[in-house]
């Protein structure tokens, strides 16, 4: 069987890979920005990679190239080896803001997607997205529109509408942003459960090192503009995890050694800002 | 009928619709009909909204009777229109009682709702169009933008060279402001619809059809509807401006020929029908938008 490894390999999970990608921003009356510049790196088939970094260094550049709404200048991003050319239902995106269609109630949100793409019945796409709904404890507010969710539940109802999709590759770019602490801990915990169960990969971005040690197999570190991956670190932490894994010793070696890497990151950005001052010194006198 | 009789019934009919109101309201707070009576009858937005109303006829009276104030004293007094509105024999013809009063009523409706619904069915495509594409935008928006801004008046002439007979004349006159305010109002709706909508309707595989139909137009349908209220009360004003100016019937033809012969109270019985049509018009539009987005009502209200 070993030799016959490749025809084993599940199709509908996806591997994504990000070859020397460069993406340069012109605008006009500003310098040329380069977000990302020779940045690769590689989301294996079925595990949850959590990229960290520090606000923008270029996440949600890559989170969009990924996904297909935008397009590198260079480099090459592969889905399972085929080369990416634009959006599509492979790769589903959860956003940093509710893109929840408030005119719809949860249950039409959710199963949009399938509708689209006309593969399975109504019937059939309304119970796989109600089984969805119910892990997530939203089957009571199914006919309600999102206005009248609380910002959680709002947020889980749209890891629904990705989820119903069985994505090759779902991309989730900060989508926990702005939640409570505890509303956030508790996605925190849908999240794994949910990731626990379809077992699809995953490109979960964030600049909170806690969260990233909290859901990750592995992390990837991102160094600031431009955007390029510094640094890999395996998360070995034992799953189901819950909060006792926070007092851990492990814990703390590898959150000691993202924090390393992402220190230097925000080292230099404190130099650069001397500099600026040191500049800005000289102009005054 | 006595005037004195109407106007007792005219208001015993607003306080039943008040009162009706109020027991609705009762109900929902769960509070005795009389607690919430008193309760709206003490409120301060009542007794301003009161207070306001009051001002205005006192003033009226006021300036055009009591003192009557050189450049006021050839109008008439607020006593003097009402009574001649409900007067079984009017003075100068026109009152609750003569067909003409309903005549140039119906006439002026006719006219505003068929340019009203032209103006909607034309307007809102057009303004999804411009949105949802863009070769559409480039080929249509200057061009829009360019006859836009000319006053509905200066088309008067041309419209009656054009068109057979005065009445699509005024009609097509109040349709052009309606239409451009209803055109721009969508377009502006699709403008404001949130990029990631369209992001998610896109990665979940929507169609360009299906991205008009589930994003693109309940996105933009808050617009369409506030456009849709400003464009009813620009039909009435472009309406009554053509009908002064080409027309037999119609309010804005009563004011403009009462002008003439010196029938000053139907001036203003006119000028308050049309207030009350079109306060009407508009609570009709806004209504049927509250059942077209009650999505966005229970964003309000909250859990209904």
Redesign the interface.
Known sequence: MANNGKKQIDNTKGELVMENVTRVFRIPGAPACTALRECSLTVPRGSLTVLVGPSGCGKSTLANIAAGYDHPDSGKVLINGRPVTGSGRDRIMVFQETALWPWMTVMKNAVFGPAMAGHISKAEAEKKAMALLKKVGLEEFKDKYPAQLSGGMQRRAELCRALVMDPKVMILDEPFRGLDVMTRELMQEYLLTLYRDTGLTMLFITSEIEEALFLADRILVMTNLPGTVKTEVDVDLPRPRDFHVLSTERYRQIKAQVMDSLYEEGAKIFAKLDRAEDLLGTCAN | MNPYIVLGLLLAVVLAVGAWQQKKKALLFEVSWGHQVRKTLTSKGFLLQLAGFITFVLLWELTVKTLSLPWFSRLPGPWECLMEWLSPDPDYGISIYTQDYYTHIIYSTYRATTAFVLATALGVPLGLLMGWSRKFYDYSFPLVELIRPIPPLAWVPLAILVLPGDEPAVIFVTFLVAFFVTALNTLLGVESI?E??F?????????KR?LLF??VL??A?PFIFTGLQISMGAAWFSLVAGEMIAAQYGLGFLIWDSYSLIQYPVIVIGMVTLGIIGWVSSAVVRSIGRKL????E??LY???
Do not use: F, T
Request: proline residues 4%; positive net charge.
């Open positions: 949130d990631s909508y992001r998610a309707a896109r990665c979940l595989g929507a169609s299906r589930d994003v309940p996105g349908m987005m009650a999505w966005r229970r964003e909250g859990n209904a």
